[in-house]
């Protein structure tokens, strides 16, 4: 699985992704790899339904700065600083 998610963050980063779908994934942490240098700087969206994640970095809006849309479940809280998040998606 570690492997299938690396992939599709570097092919997310050198495409030019606008759209990154990381559902299903069994994450427990959320991936470093996402905010490492600016190559997502042009997502806006960020689909993680179904993993097991309880928080997000701090730094995800400042990392991640064009995000509109962040869906996912299993927060146990969070709170955006970004201007431009518009959907955050605790529904799955």
Do not use: W
């Not at 998610?5 to 994450?27: G, S």
């Not at 600016?38 to 960020?46: A, D, T, Y």
């Not at 995800?60 to 064009?66: D, E, R, S, V």
């Amino acid at each position: 699985m570690a492997t299938e998610l690396h992939e599709a963050i570097c092919m997310a980063k050198k495409e030019r992704h606008k759209n990154l779908f990381l559902n299903y994934k069994n994450l427990n942490k959320f991936p470093v790899e996402l905010l490492k240098d600016e190559g997502l700087q042009f997502l806006e969206r960020l689909y993680m339904k179904r993993n097991s994640l309880t928080t997000l970095p701090e730094s995800l809006a400042q990392k991640l700065p064009n995000l509109i849309e962040l869906t996912t479940v299993s927060f146990v809280a969070y709170c955006c600083s970004s201007r431009c998040l518009r959907t955050f998606d605790l529904q799955g």
